[in-house]
């Protein structure tokens, strides 16, 4: 089992930066590919990034490749995203994730555990 929170979202003007965090609970937290999810309103989450046990794999959506970056920290139990180049349309709450397989992935359906979400709002 593992539980997480995020942190950080916030009001952020276009071309601007924020960076996500998500601290895990647990001491399998290494073990876990964690992923990034957004979701806006009235529309299904959809996947942002994922990264895998050591760090070394990452994904990217199409939208955000060159703008964000996921990282860990397995010794913080916490993973971030850097959202660089903000754009109206980022603005959603988003959900970190963490997947048992440690294996990168982009369904949410791969994933057991959400935080609650953080809202980001990218507007002047």
């Known amino acids: 089992q593992v539980q997480l929170v995020e942190s950080g979202g916030g009001l952020v003007q276009p071309g601007g930066s924020l960076r996500l965090s998500c601290a895990a609970s647990?001491?399998?937290?290494?073990?876990?590919?964690m992923g990034w999810f957004r979701q806006h309103p009235g529309k299904e989450r959809e996947f942002v990034a994922t990264i895998g046990t050591s760090g070394g794999s990452t994904f990217y959506a199409g939208s955000v490749k060159g703008r964000f970056t996921i990282s860990r920290d397995n010794n913080k139990n916490t993973v971030y995203l850097q959202m660089n180049s903000l754009k109206p349309e980022d603005t959603a709450v988003y959900y970190c994730?963490?997947?048992?397989?440690?294996?990168?992935?982009?369904?949410?359906?791969?994933?057991?555990?959400w935080g609650q979400g953080t809202q980001v709002t990218v507007s002047s």
């Open positions: 647990g001491r399998t937290f290494s073990s876990y590919a």
């Open positions: 994730a963490a997947r048992e397989i440690g294996v990168i992935n982009t369904s949410p359906h791969e994933y057991g555990y």
